[in-house]
């Protein structure tokens, strides 16, 4: 059971970049890291997915260390818009499974 | 693309009735179909696993008899909610994936609020 560990809340301001990391020891060798945010009373939005490395798209990038046991989304300069919790989720692998961990509140300030 | 649509977004009843909740895949083939529960303030539980055309799997302490899952196609999934009692009030969420590789990622339905009275 990859499991996730997330600051429960992050507070910022407008334009400055966001960091939020994610801690996953158990994590599989096939797994993958998801993130994805969401809006009160709506379904979680795909933000960025990766295996190691970098991964950079139009929104945000995820960075992933060797060992694979973190990973970290940072959101380039926030608007309150961005105002939403934020989960990382790893695969099951073999298993097709997903937990939820708690997520992180991230709120941005004017 | 990888739109999921879910429906109704919102039901009121009353104690003792049966809900269905449809969870579609607009422009895709869904391998596999994930429900989920969330209460207020609270993450996400996966309730259950649907593959198309066999049982679902459920997951530890989540009643089948209670939560009907029924996945008849590639592109459509539903969740029954068998006398619901106030305490199955809660907000429902459905995704699907294409494929089953850990490197697809989930596409989530906008969840219907289920408030039984």
């Known amino acids: 059971l990859a499991k996730t560990t ?6 910022s301001y407008e334009g ?14 096939n797994d993958y890291i998801t993130w994805y945010q969401q809006f009160p009373s709506q379904g979680p939005r795909f933000i960025i997915q990766g295996y190691k490395t970098k991964v950079t798209n139009e929104v945000a990038s995820l960075f992933i ?46 | 693309g990888a739109v999921v649509s879910q429906h109704p977004s919102w039901v009121i009843c009353k104690s003792g009735t049966s809900v269905k909740i449809e969870c579609r ?36 302490g989540v009643e089948k008899d209670k939560f009907l899952i029924n996945h008849a196609s590639l592109t459509l999934s539903t969740l029954t909610v068998t006398s619901a009692h106030p305490e199955d009030s809660s907000f429902y969420i459905c995704s699907a994936r294409i494929g089953t590789g850990s490197f697809q990622p989930q596409h989530f339905g906008d969840g219907t609020r289920l408030s039984i009275l």
């Open chain 1, 6 to 11: 997330q600051p429960i809340s992050m507070d």
């Open chain 2, 25 to 60: 895949s607009l422009d895709f083939q869904a391998t596999t179909m994930f429900w989920y529960r969330q209460f207020p303030k609270q993450s996400l539980m996966l309730m259950a696993t649907s593959n198309e055309g066999s049982k679902a799997t459920y997951e530890q």
């Open chain 1, 65 to 110: 260390p060797a060992d694979r046991k973190s990973s970290t989304l940072s959101l380039p300069r926030v608007s309150l818009s961005d105002t939403a919790v934020y989960y990382c989720l790893v695969g099951e692998g073999n298993f097709n499974k997903f937990y939820f961990g708690s997520g992180t509140k991230l709120n941005v300030k004017p």
């Open chain 1, 16 to 29: 400055q970049e966001v960091n939020i990391t994610c801690s996953h020891n158990n994590i599989a060798t």
